[in-house]
């Protein structure tokens, strides 16, 4: 096929799967196979999980209009649905936290997985139905994209993450973990509060009892 035939095909949509290629390719069984190899060992198709792929034609025209972040904050959603990005991703993106994170963290309902891609690492961690919650919905155009609350981002992070012992809570949250609490509203503060009672977890009481005795919440 011509560069710019291909171009033309491949420019339009954010993201596709191998049912729409089988459509713009006009391909089907082996002949398709056969041409999303090809189209990926050019280049020109990056694939991000089995039958999910993005194209770089797309992916030219984000970066041009420089959304390359939002770009792939919208596909982490798409890509294991239901999901709202949190973590270390959210946590860096509100200053919680003092270092760049590169991977898009998210949290889902489903089992836990990583998609290992050349543009970045989507990675997801499972949370029970009843704490799937406290994210807003930010417009990507006139897409969304679902991301954790500051007070979300930062219980998910807690909530998730081992700790041996409970001196081992205390070191973390006072001297090692670097969290920024300066950052956190005293809303984000309730809403902290709120969702250590939703969990039920004896862990998230111990941290919210720390964070209280030591005058961070």
Do not use: C, H
């Not at 679902?146 to 979300?152: E, N, W």
């Not at 977890?201 to 720390?210: R, T, V, Y």
């Amino acid at each position: 096929m011509e560069i710019l035939k291909l171009k033309e095909m491949l420019e339009k949509l954010a993201y596709y799967t191998k049912q729409n290629l089988n459509l713009y390719l006009n391909k089907k069984g082996e002949s398709l196979n056969y041409w999303i190899k090809k189209l990926i060992n050019k280049g020109l198709l990056i694939p991000i999980k089995k039958g999910f792929y993005l194209s770089s034609f797309y992916l030219d025209k984000v970066k041009e209009k420089n959304e390359t972040d939002e770009y792939l904050e919208y596909l982490a959603g798409i890509i294991r649905y239901p999901s709202y990005i949190s973590l270390e991703y959210a946590l860096a993106k509100y200053g919680l936290i003092p270092e760049s994170v590169f991977r898009i963290t998210s949290i889902s309902k489903k089992t836990t997985k990583k998609y290992d891609s050349k543009l970045t690492t989507f990675s997801y961690r499972k949370i029970k139905n009843r704490l799937f919650t406290g994210f807003i919905e930010k417009n990507y155009g006139r897409r969304t994209i679902r991301f954790a609350t500051p007070s979300k981002a930062l219980f998910d992070y807690l909530y998730l993450k081992k700790f041996d012992s409970d001196q081992e809570i205390e070191n973390y949250l006072l001297k090692i973990g670097r969290i920024n609490w300066l950052t956190l509203e005293p809303t984000d503060k309730k809403l902290f509060s709120k969702y250590v009672g939703l969990s039920s977890s004896k862990k998230m009481n111990k941290i919210l009892k720390i964070l209280v005795n030591n005058k961070i919440l």
